[in-house]
């Protein structure tokens, strides 16, 4: 693993807890759930360890913040404005970039329904100003700072959120985020929008003209656009009117698991046909399979090796939104106000605690990479599929 220069560097140690916010438990970066044996020979692990340090390696979905030990807490600590980036935790993670998508739908600053325009904005602000007070985790929205933050031994977090809705009606909004950093944008999330339709919507009404005008600016800025929470019809219209391609960036097969959550392979080839990619994802009860339903990393490779085969390695990669915390539990603390009942659905699975072996950020890339040479994937694939797709298409959307 490329050696970082992390120093120890905690969330806002430039002010002082107590005084300028209150301080909560939070749960250990590092430690919560046991280590995952995947069961490598000793050559095995020295391959996997090599091509993680060789590899440039990017997370195409993450929540890379310290959530509080008592789950029922984040409301309170997500309103201090103050969520801890887990930079020990990234700092043994392997990753050289992430995109970030901080609080997104619970971000329940100056509303509880979330979404707001107001919170996003205190969000993006008050995380990039932590940023910006330490030297190893980096802002980048370029591939070249990709490469430099590699190449110094740093960490390159680039901001996205899930869904365009808190710009409302407004299109110069778009602007204004662009102008934050933010290079990651979704079309919905689970409620439909200005833009398109959401997952959980019983009709499927797709892309608005006002999504379109969306998609336009979004192509002209040079942001990455984000369908795996939209609906069927809004991924295809979407991928239609894009002229640079589009990103499923968390999601899986419905093919192999039969949820809304999941893209059906129409969606997934034509993804594909215009140049994007699938991010494979590990949030708690989405990428099941059923011939793993208890959800782990096994159950996930079976997604990935079946979008694999549907379209080929050069069309996927991993965005597996992760967060340090109890994920289960947030979930089920915030159902309600993210749908998540309604955008899975399907068949009956094995509840877990957590997904065994993509627990969090700093496990999901060494695990992913030990999982790929167990399976005696080739070098070159294994360095595809963990970040040179993911470069590949970003030049095209970015340049450079």
């Excluded at 899930?162 to 909004?173: Q, V």
């Excluded at 778009?174 to 009709?203: C, F, H, M, P």
Aim: charged fraction near 25%.
């Amino acid at each position: 693993m490329t050696k970082k220069r992390y120093d120890g560097y905690e969330s806002y140690a430039y002010l002082e807890p107590g005084v300028d916010y209150r301080r909560f438990d939070l749960v250990d970066q590092l430690g919560r759930v046991a280590p995952y044996d995947l069961g490598l020979t000793s050559d095995e692990e020295e391959r996997a360890d090599r091509l993680l340090a060789d590899s440039v390696v990017v997370s195409l979905h993450e929540h890379v913040s310290v959530y509080p030990s008592d789950i029922a807490e984040t409301p309170a600590y997500n309103r201090t404005l103050r969520q801890v980036t887990g930079y020990e935790g990234l700092a043994q993670s392997g990753m050289d970039a992430v995109f970030e998508n901080f609080m997104d739908g619970i971000g329940c600053i100056t509303s509880n329904a979330g979404w707001k325009w107001d919170d996003i904005v205190y969000d993006v602000g008050m995380r990039l100003s932590d940023l910006a007070h330490q030297d190893f985790v980096v802002h980048a929205g370029s591939v070249a700072e990709i490469l430099d933050a590699r190449e110094s031994g740093r960490l390159a977090l680039i901001p996205g959120l899930e869904a365009a809705t808190p710009i409302e009606n407004e299109l110069d909004r778009i602007d204004v985020l662009y102008g934050l950093g933010i290079r990651q944008l979704g079309i919905a999330y689970s409620d439909s929008n200005t833009l398109g339709t959401g997952l959980k919507e019983r009709r499927d009404g797709g892309l608005t003209e006002f999504g379109r005008a969306a998609v336009r600016r979004m192509n002209r800025l040079g942001i990455v656009i984000d369908v795996s929470h939209s609906s069927d019809q809004t991924c295809l219209d979407t991928f239609e009117a894009s002229e640079a391609p589009v990103l499923i960036t968390h999601a899986g097969a419905r093919g192999v698991w039969d949820t809304k959550r999941m893209k059906p392979d129409g969606v997934l080839l034509a993804c594909a046909a215009g140049g994007g990619l699938i991010g494979i994802e590990a949030a708690p009860h989405t990428t099941i399979s059923h011939d793993h339903p208890a959800h782990s990393i096994e159950s996930v490779m079976d997604h990935f090796e079946y979008c694999v085969d549907l379209l080929g390695i050069e069309h996927v990669a991993f965005g597996p939104d992760t967060l340090f915390g109890d994920h289960v539990a947030l979930h089920r603390h915030y159902a309600e106000q993210i749908s998540w009942g309604v955008a899975l659905g399907g068949p009956t699975f094995e509840p877990v605690e957590y997904v065994a072996g993509l627990e969090n950020p700093a496990e999901c890339f060494p695990n992913i990479v030990r999982w790929l040479v167990k399976h005696g994937y080739a070098d070159d694939d294994i360095r595809a599929v963990v970040g040179g797709n993911a470069l590949r298409v970003l030049r095209e959307i970015w340049g450079g």
